[in-house]
């Protein structure tokens, strides 16, 4: 990233992944068999590289432009982000029924392309010295390997419901299709609509950051227990309670996921980090990734224990890894607080005695 810059990154990712998009939407003309699986394993790949230099150089670059209101301006972009998961599908299935499979994604890709000279004209160019700090010294700090762990398990969590929930709902709840995305929105609005408040919180108020990831986790765990719910409980799924449930969870991540990004940055401060574009780009790269590995294992993970113990005990299991996560980072603040305290109890101890050697000394 600081060697080409993150506008260039930027710029670049979104043109490849609009224009993979469009090629994405054509595979329905190649012959079937091993050509077509392949192009499609090719095109998708190359999808997720665009995308993984676009959303990283957009972390890097909202960052560098908000030093001081990077949870706040987070936030406030998750409400958009809400909006694409509310829109997406309806607007996706009503283009597919109308107009036949490749519309919506050629439609999407050339929406994106669209948006390429946007950027390039409204975008400040930001240059960076290329730093000695490296990921690996980043990623092996206590602290940041356990908000990697806590990226992961919320990715893996919501990740889960892809693949699997829109099936449940079918089952249990006997919904038409088209009603399937609806249920959603629970999940989607409350998500939308508590980021930039807790975004605010978050940078207002740092030292609840901890608090909202350690809750944040718990109340997830919770939710994907009740979401089924777990069959130990003995209680008959209904629907308004799933989508309440939806709702909690919704909110519930908000409050893990937005101040993740700035507790890495000020753990990197406080262990020596270079403040800059470089250091930057190195949490937006391992956020990213972290989100991206949670992705690929909570689909995978979540439709086989879907497929072998049912939905109710999956998203009970899934839930296991947002408690883990919490669990996890909330034993490390107390660690961390006892340390602290210790370290301050022994400073003001070893300032007592050298007033007191000084006022003996003074004496005589």
Request: aromatic residues 12%.
């Amino acid at each position: 990233l600081t060697q080409i810059g993150a506008k260039f990154m930027f710029v670049a990712g979104m043109f490849v992944s609009g224009c993979v998009t469009i090629l994405f939407g054509m595979l329905d003309k190649v012959p079937n068999g091993t050509v077509f699986i392949s192009l499609c394993f090719l095109v998708r790949a190359m999808d997720a590289v665009g995308f993984a230099a676009a959303i990283t150089a957009s972390f890097s670059i909202l960052a560098k432009a908000f030093p001081n209101n990077i949870a706040t301006v987070l936030g406030s972009l998750e409400i958009f982000t809400g909006l694409g998961m509310v829109l997406g599908p309806p607007l996706g299935g009503f283009l597919y029924q109308s107009f036949g499979y490749g519309v919506p994604f050629i439609t999407l890709g050339c929406v994106v392309l669209v948006l390429v000279p946007l950027n390039i004209c409204i975008l400040p160019k930001y240059d960076s010295l290329p730093s000695k700090d490296s990921f690996w010294k980043l990623i092996r700090l206590p602290k940041v390997s356990l908000l990697c762990l806590t990226i992961f398990c919320l990715s893996a969590c919501l990740g889960f419901l892809d693949p699997t929930m829109s099936l449940f709902i079918l089952k249990k709840f006997k919904l038409p299709a088209g009603y399937v995305g609806l249920v959603f929105l629970g999940l989607a609005l409350s998500y939308s609509l508590s980021s930039p408040i807790l975004g605010l919180v978050s940078d207002k108020l740092p030292y609840l950051r901890k608090w909202l990831l350690v809750s944040g986790g718990s109340l997830t765990a919770l939710c994907f227990f009740m979401l089924g719910p777990a069959p130990v409980l003995h209680i008959e799924s209904q629907l308004w309670m799933f989508v309440l449930v939806l709702v909690f969870i919704g909110f519930s991540l908000g409050m893990s996921f937005i101040p993740v990004f700035p507790e890495i940055l000020q753990c990197a401060y406080e262990n020596g980090f270079e403040e800059g574009l470089s250091l930057l780009g190195l949490v937006s790269g391992l956020f990213s990734a972290m989100w991206s590995l949670g992705a690929f294992a909570g689909p995978t993970l979540g439709g086989f224990l879907n497929d072998k113990l049912g939905f109710e005990w999956a998203s009970a299991i899934q839930g296991g890894w947002a408690l883990l996560s919490a669990l996890a980072i909330g034993i490390f603040y107390i660690i961390e607080a006892t340390r602290r305290s210790s370290s301050s109890s022994l400073q003001n101890l070893s300032v007592n005695n050298e007033e007191r050697t000084h006022l003996m000394g003074s004496e005589t």
